[in-house]
T-cell receptor, first 113, second 114 residues
């Protein structure tokens, strides 16, 4: 069974640009969540989607947005990039949600210059 | 808002020794506490998780101990091996509704010397 797949793995963007990251969950998983990982802040929850609806949202500015498609694949978008957005962005999927095993992808490394 | 305190930040253990990492949480509406292991350049991988209908869960060399009244849980790695050298994160559910929202501890960087 394929794991959580994230693309692209690495990318470099310039301040002010926007970026879209993609995530394909494990087959059959309907919950997709996104996390930001930085050395200073650790792993922080961005948002979670279930059946194409945002079910939970973390404390990030509105520049961070996401969506989920009918096939459970998800994308997250960051607009007007700032240097502080440089991070590893992790997608995780689970069958239902908390209480069910949550699996992470390898992440997308974003560098903003 | 849920907070999870993890200690120690770093841990150095000799091969064959026991590694112990502790976590404390504030509140949770759901009883599910996972531990993740992360190697450099990789995403976190689920190591072991506990649902507190039991106070301890063991999988191979890894054991979670859970103390619900104290709101604490810990990871014990028996017979630690150099291949266990990684960063370990504990997590607890946060939020009042169901969902995959986890609050993570700050992480513990474990080094197992050969």
């Amino acid at each position: 069974k394929a794991g959580v797949t994230q693309t692209p793995r690495y990318l470099i963007k310039t301040r002010g640009q926007q970026v879209t990251l993609s995530c394909s969950p494990i087959s059959g998983h309907r919950s997709v969540s996104w996390y930001q990982q930085t050395p200073g802040q650790g792993l922080q929850f961005l948002f979670e989607y279930f059946s194409e609806t945002q079910r939970n949202k973390g404390n990030f500015p509105g520049r961070f947005s996401g969506r989920q498609f009918s096939n459970s694949r998800s994308e997250m978008n960051v607009s007007t990039l700032e240097l502080g957005d440089s991070a590893l962005y992790l997608c995780a999927s689970s069958f239902v949600g908390v209480g069910n095993t949550i699996y992470f992808g390898e992440g997308s490394w974003l560098t903003v210059v | 808002q849920q907070q999870v305190k993890q200690s120690p930040q770093s841990l150095i253990v000799q091969k064959g020794g026991i590694s112990i990492i502790n976590c404390a949480y504030e509140n949770t509406a759901f009883d599910y506490f996972p531990w993740y292991q992360q190697f450099p350049g990789k995403g976190p991988a689920l190591l072991i998780a506990i649902r507190p209908d039991v106070s301890e869960k063991k999988e191979g060399r890894f054991t979670i101990s859970f103390n619900k009244s104290a709101k604490q849980f810990s990871l014990h790695i028996m017979d630690s091996q150099p291949g266990d050298s990684a960063t370990y994160f504990c997590a607890a559910p946060s939020g009042e509704t169901s969902g995959s929202r986890l609050t993570f501890g700050e992480g513990t960087q474990l080094t197992v010397n050969p």
